[in-house]
């Protein structure tokens, strides 16, 4: 009986995708990418492979993304991300005014 009931067991979908996301933080947090064209090639085949999947991208993605949108001189982009972390992840809106408040620029 147990082993009926187990092999008819549904495996559990993961809540985020999170297909070589960490193996790439990782490498950009030890410094080992240096392209950030080739950056946001990777993360945007990324979203494209958890789109497909029918998962939702994981906590930091999007403002990771807007931070390699920040090392291309694309600030109104990287502010868009920004706020779309914080719409998606409320528990960072601290973190996140915080950066969007350091990228205006400073009153003389």
Request: a positive charge; charged letters at 20%.
């Amino acid at each position: 009986l147990a082993m009926f009931i187990t092999g008819c067991a549904q495996p559990v979908k993961p809540l985020y995708h999170w297909d070589g996301y960490q193996r790439q933080i990782y490498e950009h947090l030890k410094g080992e990418v240096q392209d950030p064209f080739a950056q946001l090639a990777q993360l945007q085949t990324f979203a494209d492979r958890a789109k497909a999947a029918g998962n939702a991208l994981p906590p930091g993605y999007r403002a990771h993304l807007a931070l390699v949108k920040l090392r291309l001189g694309r600030d109104a982009e990287a502010a868009q991300w920004l706020e779309a972390e914080k719409a998606s992840f409320p528990e960072s809106a601290p973190y996140m005014d915080f950066l969007l408040s350091r990228m205006k620029p400073a009153k003389p």
